[in-house]
């Protein structure tokens, strides 16, 4: 049997340590092609390249598969690679592993997801990994099973049409990892702050900052199941209506005479 | 009474005609500030700024009330309105007027929508406005009396937490407009293509284009208010799990033993 085909991107940048790992992981499982964007993309959200034209260029990897880094965003990736890069559909698409969390309300700003949603959009299985841990020398292999053994479930059972998979993965020793856990997205948001400077030419200019807030304590999301060492696993999708609301609005008075 | 405190931002960038007609029904509802990005942000989906700072200048403008444009995203833009521009909560906050559609999948690459979802996310009622004509000189008149009689209804009635609204409107005479409708994100997708090009230093480049699909022809979704000249007001939140979804991936396997 031929060896399943696997789409690989990020929004750290191709060359980042999480996407390294996430491609040594996949060459044991299938046929690996990376596009990937030339540099760091994160909290690009489901941004795409409209105004300027992109680059896609042929990168020289050891592994013997196809590497491509591209000028655009983690979405453009999945475009160019879909429509200029394979020859087929791939079987599986994954996206990260990224440095950082992507829990909760985060999944709204994340390239490394909306890499993964916009994989699960043109009808391919998708997952989007990350890591709790910012670092750029953070540890990835307590996670190489789990992220495995992931991969290999989507390409068994398959998704649902138009469904993807947030995979978050908690910065604890692989023997301390208590198993995986189906959950919801928690209901929190970030508290921003800005950093207020003033620049040498005497401007003054803004850093966002901020704080996540966590909104509930259920243990049915996926922020409880990563702070008690779970790895979480939240099914994504991209219908953005709020069903339930439509007969309140219904109610409405629209009339403008 | 007090009037409503209204705060106005787009992804057109702040001398659109869109928002600046925005900006004209909104005076004559409101005080009105205005906090819009210095340049166009289309297709920029929820990306936030985090690896260059943030300027925000304020801009001279002839109807007393302030605005001021910033150097990043929209969501950037309500964010900084939020925490370093606004002395309170606003009342209410309108996006656009989108020079385009954001109806059906459009709404996830939408600055237009992500400034509206992120003002929601704020806990401010939250309106995106887009009428259906991409060219700069559009009419925008034909709305006004909708874009207001919409806006006054959010003011009057609030909206459920974590929820807000993206109206499309047709680009027809005023005369035409059959009234809104309350409906559902249409299921489509954009088959996009990328048209190929060679630099003149010789190197290849690509453009994205593309083309809307449709994949259901239910008259309870926003592209069939649309193609029958009604205005379409979906409500929309960012939940993103696929609650159905959770049952099925329950029965998979993660051991890796």
New interface residues.
Partial sequence: MSKPLILITNDDGVMAPGIRHLVKFMLEIGDVVVVAPDK?Q??????????V????EKITVNSGHDEYSCSGTP??CV??AV??VLKRKPDLLVSGINHGSNAS?S???SGTM?AA?EGS??TIPSIGFSLLDYRFDADFMPSK??VQ??AK?VLE?GL?K??C??VNIPAVPEKDIK??K????A?G?WN???D??T?PMG??????TGEFMLHENSDETDVWALENKY?S???????????N??P???T?????K
């Fill in positions: 760091p994160s909290g690009m959200g489901h941004a795409v390249t409209m105004t034209p992109l680059r896609l979405v453009d475009k160019l429509n200029k309300i999944v709204i700003y909306s949603i959009m043109e099973k789990y053994r992931i479930n059972h649902p138009g469904i998979l947030n198993g995986v189906v959950c919801r997205q209901r948001n921003e702050d800005f207020h400077r620049d401007k003054e200019y803004f850093w966002l790895i696993v939240v099914p994504i999708q991209f219908d953005f209506t709020a069903h609301v439509i309140e609005l219904n409405w008075s629209f009339d403008t």
